[in-house]
C-alpha cells in the first residue's frame, strides 16, 4: 500500500517539521506532529487524503 502513494510531499513535509521540532527541543510540537503522522499510517483514508494528487 505505501509504494504506490501517488504525492508524499505532505507526509515528506510532516516528517521534516517533526525533524525541526526534535532540533529545535520543541517536545510538545514533536509528540504532536509525531500522533498525526502515526494517526495517518494507522488509518488507510486519512492516508488516501493526505497523498492524493492536488488538481490545479
Known amino acids: 500500500m505505501f509504494e504506490e502513494l501517488p504525492n508524499v510531499d505532505g507526509i515528506l513535509n510532516l516528517c521534516l517539521n517533526l525533524y525541526l521540532a526534535r532540533e529545535f527541543s520543541e517536545y510538545r510540537l514533536e509528540e504532536q506532529l509525531f500522533s498525526k503522522l ?5 488509518s488507510t483514508e486519512t492516508m488516501i487524503r493526505f497523498t492524493k494528487l492536488k488538481m490545479d
Do not use: D, Q, T
Not at 38 to 42: I, M, N, Q
Open 38 to 42: 502515526l494517526y495517518a499510517y494507522r
